[in-house]
């Protein structure tokens, strides 16, 4: 049986990041926004961790073969939020492309976007085309396809690139449906996205739990909370771990509870 590796976190800094990265890491004494995962390998998926003290641009994502080979499809997995957070996913009502327009060029679509609020323990998936933003006070983590193709149409007057002639043209016009509901898919198992290019699920071991998952393309075992073995492995809290794509899985073994996100790419 191959081995499961553990993923590489990089740290990347941003404007709109925070200083604190607690319980997940150590503080940074500069803005960290972003945990990027590095595999050995490239991986047909991406998992990052958002950490915010402001809000991030509002932007939209191509589709596979708009820009590049692939596009971007992405979920998001809210692991806290301060008092009163929101993200923003599609609009609060139906609009024209012409009041887009518009709207990126006076600001206006700041506010004619549909801003949630939302609490730790939520899921939304943001298929591509969908135009989305992330607010300040949240952790999240973030499984998406394994592109960097980003699209502004506004950032709050920050000295940014902003894109409108590439985004207007390609975005969801409509409402987003809102939060995913969780499906029960077995014990302490519950599918909470689903699409074409990543099927997800929350995961939850009681103290001595164990699980062998079945094999499957690029699964990755997201570690929120708890620690305990990984075949001879130990994992802790915020590691992700890239598991074989055939054969005989290891063994998931939870010394004290364990929550996990674990996502894979359907064959």
């Known amino acids: 049986m191959e081995q499961p590796i553990r993923l590489t976190p990089s740290l990347r800094e941003r404007v709109w990041g925070r200083t604190r990265l607690a319980p997940w890491y150590a503080d940074s004494p500069t803005a960290i926004g972003e945990a990027w995962f590095l595999s050995p390998r490239e991986l047909p998926l991406l998992v990052k961790w ?90 999240l983590c973030e499984i998406q396809q394994n592109s960097d193709v980003t699209y502004r149409l506004w950032d709050y007057g920050r000295p940014r690139e902003i894109h409108v002639e590439k985004a207007v043209p390609i975005c969801d016009l409509g409402v987003h449906p809102g939060a995913s509901r969780a499906v029960p898919r077995g014990e302490g198992r519950e599918e909470v996205a689903r699409s074409k290019h990543f099927v997800t699920e929350v995961v939850r071991l009681k103290a001595g739990g164990r699980i062998r998952p079945a094999a499957e393309t690029c699964q990755l075992w997201i570690c929120l909370e708890g620690r305990g073995e990984i075949g001879a492995e130990a994992f802790q809290a915020g590691e992700v771990w890239l598991l074989p794509d055939e054969g005989e899985q290891p063994t998931i073994v939870s010394d004290g509870t364990a929550r996990f996100l674990r996502t894979w790419a359907p064959r």
């Open 50 to 139: 958002i950490f915010t003290n402001e809000r991030l641009s509002v932007q939209v994502h191509p589709d596979d073969g708009e820009d590049g080979p692939r596009g971007k499809t992405e979920m998001w997995h809210i692991l806290e939020a301060a008092p009163g957070a929101t993200i923003a996913m599609g609009f609060r009502e139906p609009i024209t492309r012409e009041r887009l327009w518009e709207a990126t060029r006076t600001g206006e679509v700041e506010h004619l976007l549909h801003w949630a609020p939302v609490k730790a323990g939520e899921t939304y998936l943001i298929p591509a085309h969908t135009v989305h933003a992330i607010g300040a006070g949240i952790v």
